[in-house]
C-alpha cells in the first residue's frame, strides 16, 4: 500500500495536469474565437471537466491566460534572494530580465506564430491588459517587499519601494517593446538582440543610481 506521502505526491501530480489540461484548452480557444468570445462553459468543454473545476483552478477568466505567470514572479524573487555576495540588486534583476525564455526563446516557426497570436489576442482585450496590469503591480509589490527585507528597511523608507518599480517599469518597456516589433513582423533573433540591447541601456542607467543597493 502506498504511503501517505506517495499519495499526496500522486494528488498533486494530478491536479497540476488537470490544471495545465484547462489552461491549454483555454488558451487554444482564445486564441481561435478572441477571449471575449470564450466563455467559461466553452473552456469546460473542451477541457472535458465541469464550470465549477474551471473555477477551482482559476478564480477569474483572465487567469486562465496568465497562470503560467506564477513562475514569472517566483524566480524574480528568487533571484534578488540568491544572489551572489556582493551582488546589487540592479546586477541580479539584469541577470534574471536577459534569460531567454518563452516561445520568443524557440527556434521553431510554429512557436513564433502561437505567440503572435497569444499577444494580439491579448493586447485586443481591455479586459486582458488591465488584469495584466493587476498582476504586475502585485509582483512589484512582492519585489518592494524582498527589497525591503534585504535592506532591513523600515516601514517608512520608500527607497526599496522606489527601486522595485524601477526594475519592473524596465521589465514592462521591454515587455511592450517586444510585442510591438512582434506584431509588425520583426524577425525573432532581431527582436531579442534589440531588446537586448536596450535592456542593458535602462538597467546601466540605474545602475548609476542604485548600483550599490543590495550588496
Not at 517586444?178 to 527582436?191: C, F, H, M
Amino acid at each position: 500500500m502506498a504511503d501517505e506521502g506517495t499519495q499526496l505526491g500522486l494528488r498533486e501530480r494530478k491536479k497540476q495536469r488537470t490544471r495545465e489540461s484547462i489552461g491549454d484548452a483555454a488558451r487554444r480557444l482564445f486564441v481561435e474565437r478572441g477571449f471575449a468570445r470564450v466563455t467559461v462553459a466553452d473552456v469546460a468543454r473542451a477541457a472535458d471537466v465541469s464550470e465549477q473545476t474551471v473555477f477551482n483552478y482559476f478564480p477569474t477568466k483572465e487567469d486562465l491566460v496568465y497562470w503560467r505567470l506564477e513562475a514569472f514572479e517566483e524566480e524574480l524573487l528568487a533571484a534578488i534572494r540568491e544572489r551572489e555576495p556582493g551582488e546589487s540588486f540592479v546586477h541580479a534583476f539584469r541577470r534574471f530580465v536577459l534569460r531567454q525564455r518563452g516561445l520568443l526563446a524557440e527556434p521553431d516557426p510554429h512557436a513564433r506564430k502561437r505567440l503572435t497570436a497569444l499577444i494580439r489576442m491579448i493586447t485586443e482585450s481591455p479586459a486582458l491588459l488591465a488584469r495584466e496590469r493587476q498582476i504586475f503591480e502585485r509582483y512589484t509589490d512582492s519585489l518592494a517587499a524582498v527589497i525591503a527585507e534585504e535592506m532591513s528597511a523600515g516601514p517608512r523608507d520608500i527607497k526599496p519601494w522606489v527601486v522595485a518599480n524601477a526594475l519592473m517599469g524596465v521589465h514592462l518597456a521591454l515587455l511592450d517593446q517586444s510585442r510591438r516589433q512582434i506584431l509588425a513582423g520583426a524577425p525573432s533573433a532581431r527582436v531579442r538582440r534589440e531588446v537586448r540591447a536596450q535592456a542593458e541601456r535602462a538597467l546601466a542607467a540605474l545602475e548609476s543610481g542604485f548600483g550599490s543597493l543590495g550588496t
